[in-house]
């Protein structure tokens, strides 16, 4: 019979808290708690976490029922681990008691500040005028704070936000010097400010099913602990860290064996990403959907789309990259590795979710590169193009196909496709300077060969 998990039925050690942390999601327990676990058991690190719930509504309770005690189940082809978190210290809801928020800044122990509030997170909200009461957005509650800490006269702190958007930490320092102006907070404020805090961008990479619901009976059983707030995760990790060394010397991540890379510079590794495993993910997606096959693995299985898969990244993405091949190489064996994971079923419908953007940002510039480079075209990143445009006109087979993105571009592929003729939707589509940046018609041979495989797309689907 598995016992309850909490601190009475789990010897634990008591730590000082070292870490503010944004945010009680899946993704920041099973990444960054988990590896603060890992830093305490192999370092002298020795530090907890202490959440903060970033919105009224949240898992807080939940956590603090089982002494924020929970497992991360890490499952892959090759590994598969159950480790019990033991870091995380509680959970604090600001919207209960502002003052005892507050009072969190006044740890003279606390040198670091954790952060996942989602893309829409780091904003500023012009309705928090003042530090009197609660602010409502994330970077409101972490100006309150600080200057909380500044008015007693303590060090400063280094952010590492984990948000998916470029120069995280410059766009959260932006905006909470947005309400130093606006709450009209002292000069010598903003001088400690700019002095003693520090805003890393960062770069995380990591899959999170999250709860594992399906096996979570056998997972009692193995661990003998009933745990509501076990999270599985992928083996895989990657944390890329902007930041002096003075950061990697008092964060000794990678001394504890972690994949977890401080540079000065992480604009090369989100380029690497973000063309290679979201651009892979992005180019799929049409591709293998129009094909019969519903998910990342079966997709990456199939003989024909896998291939094709594999071509596309080695052959048409990694030549435009500027980082070592042998790098590159690693990496994008690693991307097909994890999209063959047993344990991750992950949908083609949900990565469809604004393709024409994604396209733009994740495969385009490895598209335009690669012809920079090689003088010709890289076909197979072009085919999924075409696939893409035959995709977005939302039927195939008879069957309606999940495609979702805002209403003036479903209007836009609506009105293209009325005309039923695959030469007029490519030329419209690709000529729309608001999808791409730029007209594709006017690339030597863009066109043509769209037109070629759209028309192919439907010959096949017709046999």
């Known amino acids: 019979m598995p016992k309850k998990l909490n601190r009475q039925t789990v010897h634990t050690h008591k730590r000082p808290i070292k870490v503010l942390q944004f945010g009680e999601g899946n ?51 090759r590994s598969n681990e159950d480790r019990l978190i033991t870091c995380v210290d509680s959970v604090l809801n600001p919207y209960d008691d502002y003052n005892k928020f507050l009072a969190l800044a006044e740890n003279p122990d606390l040198k670091f500040i954790f952060s996942n509030t989602t893309e829409a997170g780091i904003t500023f ?24 800490r500044f008015e007693k006269k303590l060090g400063g702190l280094i952010f590492l936000p984990c948000e998916l958007i470029e120069k995280n930490g410059t766009i959260l320092k932006s905006v909470v010097e947005k309400y130093v102006d606006l709450w009209k907070l002292p000069s010598e404020f903003k001088t400690w400010l700019n002095a003693n805090v520090l805003f890393c ?8 099913p999250g709860f594992p619901k399906e096996t979570i009976h056998e997972i009692h059983q193995r661990t003998g602990y009933e ?38 510079d992480l604009t090369p590794y989100r380029t690497r990403k973000v063309r290679i495993l979201n651009g892979a993910h992005t180019a799929l997606v049409p591709v293998a959907y129009l094909k019969g096959l519903r998910t990342v693995r079966e997709s990456v299985d199939d003989k024909e789309v896998g291939s094709w898969l594999l071509k596309a990244i ?4 990694i030549p435009t990259l500027d980082l070592p091949k042998e790098e590159l190489t690693k990496f994008a064996n690693e991307v097909m590795e994890r999209f063959q994971n047993p344990y991750i079923k992950h949908e083609l419908s949900s990565i469809a979710l604004n393709s ?35 995709f977005y006109k939302g039927e195939w ?9 805002s209403p003036d571009i479903l209007e836009f592929f609506g009105k293209a496709w009325s005309t039923n003729d695959p030469t007029h939707v490519a030329k419209v ?20 060969y769209v037109t070629e495989s759209l028309k192919e797309l439907d010959l096949n689907r017709a046999s």
């Not at 000529?431 to 030597?444: E, H, I, K, Q, T």
Request: glycine fraction near 6%; hydrophobic fraction near 45%.
């Open 356 to 390: 024409v953007s994604k396209y733009k940002v994740r495969v385009l510039p490895s598209v335009l590169g690669y012809i920079s480079v090689k003088n010709e075209l890289p076909k197979r990143l072009l085919y999924s193009l075409a696939a893409l445009i035959r």
């Open 201 to 208: 961008n960062t770069l995380v990479d990591r899959i999170v």
């Open 429 to 448: 589509v690709l000529g729309n300077v608001d999808f791409w940046g730029a007209d594709l018609n006017a690339v030597a041979g863009l066109n043509k």
């Open 227 to 264: 745990d509501n707030l076990a999270v599985m995760a992928e083996p895989f990790h990657l944390w890329v860290i902007e930041a002096p060394e003075s950061v990697r010397k008092s964060l000794p991540l990678e001394e504890a064996g972690l994949d977890v890379k401080f540079v000065s």
């Open 125 to 148: 909200n012009e309705n928090d005028k003042s530090r009197d009461k609660l602010p409502d957005s994330f970077p409101g509650k972490v100006t309150a704070l600080l200057y909380h």
């Open 397 to 405: 087979k008879g069957e309606i196909l999940p495609v979702n993105d």
């Open 27 to 77: 993704f920041l327990r099973a990444f960054c708690d988990w590896m603060v676990d890992i830093l305490n058991e192999k370092t002298d690190f020795n530090g907890n976490v202490q959440i903060v719930q970033p919105i009224g509504q949240g898992m807080g309770a939940m956590i603090n029922a089982q002494d924020g005690l929970y497992h991360v189940i890490l499952n892959g082809k």
């Open 314 to 317: 080695h052959e048409e993405i």
